[in-house]
T-cell receptor, first 113, second 110 residues
């Protein structure tokens, strides 16, 4: 089935550890996004990629890096995890240059102790 | 001030009730409007997508857009326990810029 797949679904880290969250899509969309979702804060954009080889910062990029590996895959890396990065992370895709909706994965629930 | 405002609720209604969910926005550049439904521990899934002012109906769901008042609504008729979820409004200016409300938590009590 077409869609957006995120791995892992759950992860617990210690402060200072590093981790990469993976996102893969088979919707043939050019644009991919990483959001974090926190209670009362809604979805906040971390980074996005309008096409393979390009990435741009969103609203809350500090403490994160991204890699657009190819058209299908967009990864989010935490180099030195902090408790403030405890959140649910969502990947989304979009057909670049259109006003079509975004499509989301089911998220990665990340806890940092 | 946020560009998109949404009452977080929570909202609790009896089964069969009509539910009204609302968002306001401040920028007239928003052209396309969406409602997403998010079940617990799942990602947002697209429920309704509309462009023009007026109503768009899909089964028990009606999306309403009033561009003059910068106000959008989602109505759920004959609400069911399976409608219990968080509902997010979203809108696009142009291209790749998406803006989301914070979500309204809805519980439909059997």
């Amino acid at each position: 089935n077409a869609g957006v797949t995120q791995t892992p679904k759950f992860q617990v880290l210690k402060t200072g550890q590093s981790m990469t969250l993976q996102c893969a899509q088979d919707m043939n969309h050019n644009s991919m996004y990483w959001y974090r979702q926190d209670p009362g804060m809604g979805l906040r954009l971390i980074y996005y990629s309008a096409s393979e080889g390009t990435t741009d910062k969103g609203e809350v990029p500090n403490g994160y890096n991204v890699s657009r590996l190819n058209k299908r895959e967009f990864s989010l890396r935490l180099e030195s995890a902090a408790p403030s990065q405890t959140s649910v992370y969502f990947c989304a895709t979009h057909r670049t240059g259109t006003d079509q909706p975004q499509h989301f994965g089911d998220g990665t629930r990340l806890s940092i102790l | 001030q946020k560009e998109v405002e949404q009452d977080p609720g929570p909202l609790s209604v009896p089964e069969g009730a009509i539910v009204s969910l609302n968002c306001t926005y401040s920028n007239s550049a928003f052209q396309y409007f969406m409602w997403y439904r998010q079940y617990s521990r799942k990602g947002p899934e697209l429920l309704m997508y509309t462009y023009s002012s007026g109503n768009k109906e899909d089964g028990r769901f009606t999306a309403q857009v009033d561009k003059s008042s910068k106000y959008i609504s989602l109505f759920i008729r004959d609400s069911q326990p399976s409608d219990s979820a968080t509902y997010l409004c979203a809108m696009i200016k142009t291209g790749n810029q998406f803006y989301f409300g914070t979500g309204t938590s809805l519980t439909v009590i059997p």
